[in-house]
């Protein structure tokens, strides 16, 4: 049978990437706006992808495969369930084959325009390391039996897999001399949409599988979180909507206008444009202005409305810290990343922190993001973004303070109660056997040397990292690791 080029699908879930093995991008993204990227928001029940597969228009709901920490999940904040849409994800492997039936049957007739589907095969990326074995009968089933594509290989955890395939083409991180030879591990973080996912890659090997984390830190959950903290700050928007607050002020109650996901994106947003734009930009600034979705929707009923509205920075800052740096929360994405490194061998360790790399959608929305933190330290703000963030997060769970980079000395002392008096001892020690690797060494020539870094994989994508690495394992020669129809 000859083979014709491999089509390459990533099963995210909020965006699905399809195209072929060997290109340097999908032919297309599907996201709940239609496919043209940059996404609507959406709730954590799924979203609805247009099929057109040029025998019927239909609908089909998309979730995802697997929702670590479920029972953390607040569906009241899911616009999709509030709408009345399913928020269930499928639970036998017929309810997957209805799902992926007419999203597959979509993929190869309308946006690949694929003839003969049996000389082609297909790699399958998913985000989660373990799906379940129901979703991966039915796949097998509605690729190779109703579509009668000629080879189905599944690959779990699709953006370590994927990634790998780039890690020894890029550049070395700056602080480290190019005579250091390739990296012999990284540390790979991979920040989808409701989940984080963390692993340790050794070179010339795969994952390590004990490494292997995952957190309620995905860019969606973070949004979720923003949500939360504006509704329990309980905000008296004043000056936005001022008849309706005095009034509401009266009572005793407040009013909070930060009111779904999409809101809380538009905060998100809007600092990040405030705190990226050089002009007027101070570690002062305590509010930000934001235009609502929510408010801009409201305004077109009641013309007196202002959909544009100034709001306190903390609570979203808050949030951040919550969700990525707090390194006592075992929820938090930095908890994840240090108790991954903890987990793997010791002569890996300084590597893979050395070499930690930020994946998926959610780092790329959050690389500019700015916190106070970072700024007042260094008084600058340059500091900023989610990978500078880490990095000294990273040294204050392990007890590095970032004014001692010079003074080895104070190494294994107790960090002095510098107003972070609410983190427990025992989380204070958790990650001191770290603390060597985090902090790396000092040079008497050149300043620290090793440590922590954390980067981009620039010149890639970092949301289409996973993607890209599985269309270069399309085309190589893995014929053993696809089902075929025809063995
Ligand atoms: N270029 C971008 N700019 C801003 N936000 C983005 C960008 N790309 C993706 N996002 C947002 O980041 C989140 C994660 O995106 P990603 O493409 O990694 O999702 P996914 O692969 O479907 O998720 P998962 O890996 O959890 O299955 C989504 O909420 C998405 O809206």
Not at 32 to 40: E, P, T
Not at 206 to 235: M, P, W
Not at 449 to 463: C, L, V
Request: aromatic fraction near 8%.
């Amino acid at each position: 049978m000859a083979s014709h080029q491999t089509i390459v699908v990533e099963l995210g879930s909020s965006r699905i990437k399809v195209g072929f093995a060997g290109e340097s991008k999908p032919r297309r993204v599907l996201n709940d706006d239609g496919g043209s990227g940059g996404g609507a928001r959406r709730g954590g029940g799924g979203w609805t992808v247009a099929i057109n597969d040029g025998m019927v228009s239909r609908a089909c709901r998309w979730t995802s495969l697997h929702r670590y920490h479920s029972s953390m999940y607040d569906a009241s904040r899911d616009d999709s369930a509030k709408s009345g849409g399913s928020a269930s994800v499928p639970t036998t492997a017929y309810e997957w084959e209805r799902t992926l039936y007419p999203l597959f049957s979509h993929a190869l007739t309308s946006i690949l325009f694929v003839q003969r589907p049996s000389r082609h095969r297909m790699l399958i990326l998913t985000s989660d390391a373990f799906p379940p074995r129901i979703f991966r009968e039915a796949l097998h089933r509605v690729l190779l039996d109703y579509l009668g594509v000629g080879g189905v290989w599944l690959l779990n955890g699709g953006a370590f897999e994927g990634v790998y395939h780039l890690l020894e083409g890029l550049p070395p991180p700056p602080s480290l001399t190019s005579s250091a030879g390739p990296p012999r591990a990284h540390l790979i973080v991979d920040i989808g949409t409701h989940e984080a996912r963390v692993a340790v890659c050794v070179a010339g090997s795969s994952i390590l599988a004990d490494t292997h984390r995952a957190t309620l830190s995905g860019y969606d959950s973070f949004l979720g979180q923003v949500l939360t903290n504006y509704q329990g700050e309980k905000i008296v928007a004043k000056d936005a909507v001022d008849e309706e607050c005095a009034h509401l002020e009266e009572e005793g109650s407040y009013y909070c206008p930060v009111t779904s996901l999409e809101d809380a994106n538009a905060v998100v947003r809007a600092w990040i444009a405030l705190s990226s734009s050089s002009a007027g930009f101070s570690p002062d600034i305590t509010t930000v202005q934001v235009r609502l979705p929510s408010l801009e929707r409201a305004q077109r009923t009641e013309s007196s409305m202002e959909a544009t509205i100034q709001l306190p920075v903390q609570p979203l800052l808050k949030a951040f810290h919550q969700i990525y740096l707090d390194y006592s929360n075992p929820s938090s994405l930095i908890f994840a990343m240090l108790t991954s490194v903890r987990t793997c061998p010791i002569d890996y360790r300084k590597a893979a922190l050395q070499h930690a790399l930020l994946l998926g959608g959610g780092s790329v929305a959050l690389r500019h993001f700015c916190f106070w933190g970072g700024l007042a330290s260094t008084g600058s703000s340059t500091n900023n973004g989610l990978g500078p963030q880490l990095e000294t997060a990273a040294r204050d769970a392990c007890g590095v303070s970032s004014d001692d980079e010079s003074a080895g000395e104070s190494k294994g002392e107790e960090k002095k109660d510098d107003g972070a008096s609410s983190v427990s001892s025992i989380s204070r020690k958790r990650f001191r056997s770290l603390q060597g690797v985090v902090h790396g060494h000092v040079d008497d020539d050149d300043g620290r040397r090793g440590g922590i870094n954390i980067q981009y994989p620039d010149p890639f994508a970092a949301d289409m990292v996973a993607w890209i690495g599985g269309s270069i394992m399309g085309t190589l020669g893995y014929s053993k690791y696809y089902q075929n129809k025809f063995p």
